[in-house]
T-cell receptor
Framework: NAGVTQTPKFQVLKTGQSMTLQCAQD?????MSWYRQDPGMGLRLIHY???????DQGEVPNGYNVSRSTTEDFPLRLLSAAPSQTSVYFC????????????FGNGTRLTVT | QQQVKQSPQSLIVQKGGISIINCAYE??????FPWYQQFPGKGPALLIA?????SEKKEGRFTISFNKSAKQFSLHIMDSQPGDSATYFC????????????FGKGTKLTVNP
């Protein structure tokens, strides 16, 4: 049972480039979410989804897009990378929402130069 | 506005000692208070959670104390071990989903042998 799998583990982008961070879960969880973790800032919610076809914005959504075409996958797209998006990104899933235990992936460390 | 204030930022404890991490919140709509533990290079993992209908919850060496009137909750780690060295995050949300899960900024715990 792999849980939540994030790829890639590391990525370096130049300003203005776009990319997609992949997230897949094999637990049949309805709820999936993306967080960014910055030093001294804790975890901040970017986008979340309560089921296939349904997404919504979190606390810091600007510069990011998401879609949820299947229960298993929840990719995060950076449209035009900026240095302010240098961070560690975590994908998480849970059975029925934010008030059930979140299962986190091991993160993607992104550097934008 | 920081919705959940966590302190201290870092904590050093001797093996066998008690580690105490505190969190405070303002939003009275919050009714779910989890704690997450994160080891370096890994995603956070749920450690223990409490709802406001109880004042204390214990799981092994980990105890959450909750003070609804003071809007504070804390994590106590009894008989702290070097393996407990990690970053701990408190969080809060509302069951109805009107308030998204928000995290404190984290406490880096070091337990010296």
């Amino acid at each position: 049972n792999a849980g939540v799998t994030q790829t890639p583990k590391f990525q370096v982008l130049k300003t203005g480039q776009s990319m997609t961070l992949q997230c897949a879960q094999d637990m049949n969880h309805e709820y999936m979410s993306w967080y960014r973790q910055d030093p001294g800032m804790g975890l901040r919610l970017i986008h979340y989804s309560v089921g296939a076809g349904i997404t919504d914005q979190g606390e810091v959504p600007n510069g990011y897009n998401v879609s949820r075409s299947t229960t298993e996958d929840f990719p995060l797209r950076l449209l035009s990378a900026a240095p302010s998006q240098t961070s560690v990104y975590f994908c998480a899933s849970s059975p029925w929402g934010q008030n059930s235990p979140l299962h986190f992936g091991n993160g993607t460390r992104l550097t934008v130069t | 506005q920081q919705q959940v204030k966590q302190s201290p930022q870092s904590l050093i404890v001797q093996k066998g000692g008690i580690s105490i991490i505190n969190c405070a919140y303002e939003n009275t709509a919050f009714d779910y208070f989890p704690w997450y533990q994160q080891f370096p290079g890994k995603g956070p993992a749920l450690l223990i959670a409490i709802r406001p209908d109880v004042s204390e919850k214990k799981e092994g060496r980990f105890t959450i104390s909750f003070n609804k009137s003071a809007k504070q909750f804390s994590l106590h780690i009894m008989d702290s071990q070097p393996g407990d060295s990690a970053t701990y995050f408190c969080a809060a949300s509302s069951a109805g989903g009107s308030e998204k899960l928000v995290f404190g900024k984290g406490t880096k715990l070091t337990v010296n042998p």
